[in-house]
Nanobody, 126 residues
């Protein structure tokens, strides 16, 4: 079975930086895509960023573009989310998600992903 595990969350002051990691294990990630989502209490889960395994094409939500960078290290089946200039509104549980196929489009909906991590809390203080 595919497993997805996030790490790297914590408490940071506004304007600071944090890097999240996501490790995936299981069969056939050759043509996969992975994404980051976040969810604050009482709010819907929202898309943050996604990247494809083969070519490393990234795509970002407008709210984080220019501040966050998604990258991947294929040899380790790991995806990173570098978060800079963090704001209090970035506070949420961050989830990593994976799918094991790719059709050539960007995947920005939660329903596009089958496998999910447990989430890691990111708190940004004012």
């Amino acid at each position: 079975q595919v497993q997805v595990v996030e790490s790297g969350g914590g408490l940071v002051q506004a304007g600071g930086s944090l890097r999240l990691s996501c490790a995936a294990s299981g069969p056939s990630f050759s043509n996969s895509a992975m994404g980051w989502f976040r969810q604050a209490p009482g709010k819907e889960r929202e898309f943050v960023a996604t990247i494809t395994r083969r070519l490393g094409n990234p795509y970002y939500a407008d709210s984080v573009k220019g501040r966050f960078t998604i990258s991947r290290e294929n040899a380790k089946n790991t995806v990173y989310l570098q978060m800079n200039n963090l704001k209090p509104e970035d506070t949420a549980v961050y989830y990593c998600a994976a799918r094991i196929d790719y059709s050539g489009s960007y995947y920005i909906g939660a329903s596009d992903y089958k496998y999910w991590g447990q989430g890691t809390q990111v708190t940004v203080s004012s």
